[in-house]
């Protein structure tokens, strides 16, 4: 999710998107879908969207990974 997001993608729509597709392969499988299972899948998008950023470290470097490149501009 996190990976797919860094790429210029909403943590919301791409973490929206594995639930959704998830949901059907189990209902395909022949899974039972309920109204918690619904809600989850459509509540964890939005949900993580706003707490990742609240709970992820801040750095006040733009590139964390300078300093081991040798970039010190």
Not at 8 to 15: E, K, M, Y
């Amino acid at each position: 999710m996190t990976g797919i997001a860094a790429r210029g993608r909403s943590i919301r729509a791409v973490r929206l998107s594995i639930e959704l597709v998830v949901l059907a392969l189990g209902f395909l499988l022949g899974g039972t879908v309920g109204i918690g299972t619904l809600l989850y899948a459509l509540g964890i998008g939005p949900l993580a969207h706003v707490l990742i950023p609240l709970f992820s470290e801040r750095t006040d470097d733009p590139d964390p990974l300078a300093a081991e490149k040798g970039d010190h501009t």
